[in-house]
């Protein structure tokens, strides 16, 4: 057998990787010589990062040494030849190529060019921690003493390894790192400047990516005609565009969701080593960039697995390829494991408490329309929202729950008999949803519904199927019907109600075009606008405005108030307080309703964003007025 068969090679590459984990396991740093260790769990979760990176290394590095001799032992087994389990399904209508990358590309332009606002605006706290703690760096030091603050500049290091929060998804952090790394040495400036836009650089790209693979999907799936109107309507989804726009892992674990989803159904068909690899290189970039989609990991192995065993081949070979797409999932881990070990031996630890049901209407509204069901944030401020049925007019409780709901089904079961990969992608894609409740239900862990964004493309690529059956359907009954003509039923019925949708969604996809996540910026503006001011924030939130105001004086409750009133006073300076994340701070009511006396403060700005929880309010302490009694 030549060195050139794939056998040969995976037989080198698994005796190296036995090889040179045990070296490393003998010679690289070891958990017992680094504070901390040895255990893989933090028991503090200030243990050095140092300590986290060689603890998590070494046992990752542990376990895959064994698991690379044992695959090594058994290669012999899965690389044995076999045919392919599945075919693909013939659509009963074709779309020339050049029609439909005309349509599907130029959907792709038009999709990233709706979220470049998004991309451009202010960011909202979750990108600001990843700015300030990983890539960027910010001033640290006592809370009263600005002139003793000293800045703290991050690195590649903690964008790769930074668990000390479940907030860093890693693969987002290190991408960003290499867009926005270049900007900054491009430019001069103050340390803790940044980009925004070269910040969610990766976020676009992802997002282009995912545009095109829906298409991809739909049209292999059999319905190249459909895939196309599911490019445009993913290009234009407001959830699709926000998300798209935001600088997290949410924006990549939709693309490769799609890519992962792409790649299975190609393997079925091929049983190409190539195929395989992309699926395998698919699974490690979508749960190093969002760990919670190891659920959908794991229903496409099982919908996979399910797939060849139902097969008609002989059952060795059946075996033999049931043991090949095992032993790509378990590659998947080995590399994902080793990469993240020293996040999860931190984060892991901190529980989150929750609960998923009472969530699970809003992961429908999002789903459907990219709102929220929350009709009003407090007087004369409503935002765009999905009503609950009984609160909504009865054409959009019909269309949104009801006909909506159909045309998923319909769409499922059209896929279902046309394609089988396009059935075994999908129903593993689908069934990863309610893997993912009832585990997050039984561990008790915290759950929102962007965790489950990465199901975005199949829900549009079902849908849109459907409603392409039904304007099939109704096209051939009005030309029995109406003749010729009567074809135009269909499309005139199809048009109708995607027109329905954009006009639902309207005032969403203006908002989420025309508002930043979160005014942090904009908050800087505003307070920029008095630079002797004394400028000072209440509660969560504050912090994260320092990304553009790097010297703001953190208030924690009533008292702290006042003594900035008095601090202020006595400098003779003006006073600028402001607020956001009015829920995170509730607890602090009696501080805000301080800010909120007319005869305390004088609001300078309102400032709105695309969630009504990142509301932010500014102002400016009276002379003579109450503030401090």
Known sequence: MGLDT????????????????????????????????????????????????????????????????????????????????????????TLAPRLFWAGVLL?????????????????????????????????LGPEDDPSAWEFREGSLMRAFFYGKRP???????????????????????????????????????????AILLVGLLARSMGFPHAAVLAAWLFALHPWAIRHGGEGRGYALAIAFSGLAAFALMRWLTSLSWRDLGLYVVAQI??????????????????????????????????????????VAHVVAAMVTIQLLAPILGVSLTWVYPGTVWGVLPNVWALMSTGMLIESSVGPGHVMPSLPFPGDAGWATAIGIYALLPLLAIWGTAAIARRSITGRVAMLGWIASAPLSWIVTHLLGRQFYPRFQVYLLPIFVIVATVGLWRLGEVLSEWGRARFGARGRLLGVGVASVLVAAWGFLVAPQFHLVLTRPWAPLRDVAEVVAEQPDALVAGLGMGTGMVRLYHPHVLYMDDLDDIRARCQQAEEAGRPLLAFYGYAGHNAKRADAIALLEDPEAFERIAQLEAILPQFRYRVFRAIPGGTCPP
Not at 301 to 318: E, F, H, W, Y
Request: hydrophobic share 50%; glycine share 8%.
């Open 6 to 93: 794939p056998r040969t090679r995976i037989a080198i590459g698994l005796s190296a990787g036995t090889a040179l984990g045990a070296l490393y396991l003998l010679f690289g740093p070891d958990p017992w010589s680094v504070e901390g260790g040895p255990g893989f769990f933090a028991e503090d979760r200030h243990r050095p990062l140092r300590s986290n990176i060689v603890i998590g290394l070494w046992w990752a590095a542990a376990m895959n040494t064994a698991l690379c001799a044992v695959l090594l032992a058994t290669h012999r087994w899965w690389t044995r030849p076999a045919a392919p389990p599945a075919t693909r399904t013939t659509p009963t209508r």
């Open 107 to 139: 959907a792709v332009a038009t999709g990233v060019a709706a979220r470049v606002p998004v991309a451009s605006k202010s960011v909202w706290w979750d990108e600001g921690w990843t700015i300030r703690t990983l890539l960027v760096g910010a001033y």
């Open 167 to 209: 907030t860093n998804h890693a693969l987002y952090s290190v991408a960003a790192w290499a867009t926005l790394e270049p900007w900054r040495r491009a430019t001069t400036g103050p340390p803790e400047r940044f980009s925004e836009l070269a910040y969610r650089l990766p976020a676009l790209i992802a997002s282009a990516l």
């Open 285 to 326: 970039a979508l749960v190093w960039a969002w760990f919670y989609a190891a659920f959908l990991c794991a229903a496409l192995g099982v919908a996979g697995l399910l797939c060849i065993a139902a097969s008609r081949q002989p059952a060795a070979d059946r075996a033999a390829l049931a043991g090949r797409f095992a």
